[in-house]
């Protein structure tokens, strides 16, 4: 595929040489497209699941000429894993990857790969909510709420069977307001100073984070999360993407 991809980039550097009739080539595929009496379409390559083969030579090096040089000619790259390590990842590929989103990771390792601010890898180390996510784009972050489809509705979606598709909940499951503000007050400190899920449960004066335990202490995570923004230190200790 990235040699397909290659390909195409000469191809479209030859056209862009062309357009330009001796003078300066187009600065990039917007400028081309509005000289060009046929338009050329943005490219975009998903690399799913890229972890489990971007230690290979023959795809990291050649995959960031790409990054690089792609750009200009309208290709999108997308790498997307479920855990990130600074191998995985060479920064002077990584610094080619301005956009960046990470849903909740619980490697300290994959969120300082991803994300180099303190105060967003402490907030992506605590996210409760299904779908919430921070989003990087050029420099700047900012939690998000994505859109969350479970299997059966996707099931429901390829089957043609979306009437039928039952709807999940976007909030957590409803509990009494009263306790979990009450276990949301007890566990700020620690959630304010990034310590895990475990010691929260254990301030809150329960034996282990776990079952019930669990359910209350992430109720109350959103609950703090939406009243005063994210945790801002360093954590103790999902799903994350990379774009250019």
């Avoid at 009496?37 to 943005?42: A, D």
């Avoid at 959630?191 to 669990?214: D, I």
Wanted: a neutral charge; proline letters at 5%.
């Amino acid at each position: 595929m990235l040699t397909v991809i290659e390909t195409e980039c000469k191809r479209r550097a030859g056209l862009f040489r062309e357009i330009a009739n001796g003078n300066v080539p187009p600065e990039d595929l917007e400028e081309y497209n509005a000289l060009a009496r046929q338009s050329l379409p943005p490219m975009l390559l998903i690399a799913d699941e890229f972890n489990s083969f971007a230690d290979a030579g023959r795809v990291i090096e050649p995959l960031t000429d790409l990054a690089r040089r792609g750009q200009k000619f309208g290709l999108l790259v997308v790498l997307a894993a479920h855990s990130w390590r600074s191998q995985d990842i060479p920064r002077a590929t990584a610094d080619l990857l301005q956009s960046r989103i990470a849903f909740r990771l619980n490697s300290p390792e994959a969120a300082r790969t991803i994300l180099y601010n303190r105060a967003d890898i402490a907030a992506v180390t605590h996210i409760a909510q299904p779908g919430r996510a921070v989003m990087v784009l050029n420099g700047d972050s900012q939690q998000v709420q994505t859109y969350r489809v479970d299997r059966s509705r996707i099931v429901a979606l390829t089957s043609a069977d979306l009437v039928n598709a039952p709807h999940r909940p976007t909030e957590a499951p409803s509990k009494s307001a009263d306790e979990i503000d009450a276990v949301a007050e007890k566990i700020r400190p620690l959630w304010e100073r990034g310590e895990s899920k475990r010691q929260m449960a254990l301030a809150a004066g329960f034996s282990q984070y776990g079952g019930s335990a669990a359910n209350k202490i992430d109720a109350a995570l959103i609950r703090l999360e939406q009243r005063h923004g994210s945790a801002t230190t360093t954590p103790d200790s999902g799903v994350a993407a990379f774009s250019a």
